[in-house]
């Protein structure tokens, strides 16, 4: 029952990873060619080994993990498109259905965060020696709590994806679409200078947008989705729940969808 | 009545589209090693029926029982269903979706895949979005017939098949049924329902108008034919009588589809003196066309040219 869903992800995998060859290989060409002098941080001590923590790494990694998640997030949605009648006679329940197929592109999407974080490390180390620079990869903040929230929030983006479209037939593009225009949209609304109520709405608004708790900043130069940082286990909870429910109401959904 | 030992059991089912009733309390049973045709004019409700009684659509009402049970999912690894459009993945090979088969049914019968293949001659290498239409209605039908089912439920299967094939698909089911599976399936070709069921069932606006043994049927059926040299006129106490269960009036054509009788009904016909009077026996295309009455028999006459 695995096999579909193994080709559709494998398919994704190897486009995703050519992209990001491709996206990798250009700075580093220009790179190469420009002989960069990036020059020292500011405050560092001239000629010091400039230190670059992974775990940031691995927030730009699950950004770009998140287009991944926007792509596989339609899989159930796809299905209401005239493919039920294969996909709903088969000797299994919808649930365990829907279960297989959540699960297969969940673990697409950490493949596809593995590839991006490896990406970005190599093009990382190859520029700062390009530029003559040393540099030294340390676990940088919260390592461990920080990693396991660069991973959950993908997974989060693609069970919001899948929990909003899986009832829909045809209508996933549109999901997709919006997905982040919304979502940048109720993030820079939250941090707008909006008056007490309004602001309080989109605080509520905010609780089921992943974006929110993607939230990183270092005591370096890192910002990744520059809103005001929650506390990063409230963070990594509030995307683990998001998880589980946007797995339970995707679910729920496509279970009731009729042929 | 419930028949517990019918391979399918459908009872009062009911499913409702608004103020729409595609399926409207129909209930009929199949026996083990039957062939079962539905028929119907288009949007009669066969297809919603087939969604019903295999859960891709939640009736209102009634209940569907395959060998006594109720359905279930694991039920789905004896049951083979081919819809009237095709549920394939255009970005699949046609042996991608053998694959698929194989790894979801058991009783996946790979030497008898290939044989299905090679009957059909579709190329399995190539995509579903390059294969015509009637070779995606052989690879459904051969993942259909690949698992050895018990049970066939099969929409419009011959749909978009060259005569050759269409031969196959029904020495399939004949094949199938011999070796005492139950199918199931519609079509709107009935000289192929003619050749292949055993029983059929006629639905109409949601409802079954008809339903039996086909010999039964075709043995009681008669239909008289008048011609007249003026337009059919109206017989008084024809579409009355008992034996009658339907008069039409094409032009100067008079055809009274009767059960039982018929010589009466011929006297009674004839003494409005029409140029010739004709008692036929009824093919199942006249008992379908009786059965789903004046509207749907006047636009079939008119496709035809005739009245």
Known sequence: ?259 | MMDTNAAISVNNLRKYYGATRAVDDISFQIGKGSIFGLLGTNGAGKTTTFKCMLGLAFPQGGEVRFDGELLRPELFERISYVPERSALYDWMTGRDHLELTRRSFRRYDTARAQALVDLFGFDVRKKVKQLSKGQQSALALTMAFAIRPDVFVLDEPSSGLDPVHQRHVLDLMIDAAARGATVLFSSHQIGQVERAADHVAIMHKGKVVLAGDVEELRAGEKVVEATFDRDAPEISGLAGDPHVRHVMRQGRILRAYIRNGGDGIANLIGSAKPASLRVLNQNLEDIFLAAVGDESAAALSAARGEG
């Open chain 1, 1 to 259: 029952m695995y096999y579909k869903e193994y080709l559709r992800t494998r398919s994704a995998l190897i486009v995703f990873t050519i992209v990001g060859l491709i996206l990798t290989a250009i700075p580093l060409v220009i790179a190469a060619g420009a002989h960069l002098d990036m020059g020292d941080p500011p405050g560092a001590k001239p000629g010091a080994v400039h230190e670059l923590p992974w775990v940031a790494l691995l927030g730009v990694a699950s950004l770009v993990a998140s287009v991944m998640a926007t792509v596989l997030g339609s899989s159930l949605s796809q299905e209401n498109d005239g493919h039920l009648e294969l996909a709903c006679t088969k000797p299994y329940s919808r649930t365990k259905y829907a279960a297989t197929t959540m699960a297969i592109d969940m673990a697409a999407i950490v493949a596809s965060m593995l590839i991006a974080f490896v990406l970005i490390e190599i093009a990382g180390y190859l520029i700062h020696v390009f530029s003559h620079r040393d540099v030294r990869f340390i676990a940088g903040p919260d390592a461990t709590v920080n990693a396991i929230r660069f991973t959950l929030f993908p997974l989060a983006w693609y069970a919001v994806i899948a929990a909003l479209s899986a009832g829909t037939r045809g209508k996933a593009g549109v999901v997709q679409g919006l997905i982040w225009p919304v979502t940048l949209g109720l993030a820079g609304a939250r941090e707008a200078p909006f008056g007490s109520v309004w602001h309080n709405i989109f605080v509520v608004l905010n609780t089921v947008n992943p974006l929110i708790y993607a939230s990183y900043q270092d005591p370096g130069d890192i910002t990744i989705v520059g809103v005001s940082p929650l506390h990063v286990v409230t963070s990594a909870v509030m995307l683990a729940v998001l998880v589980v429910a946007g797995w339970v109401v995707a679910t729920i959904q496509w279970r009731r969808v009729e042929a």
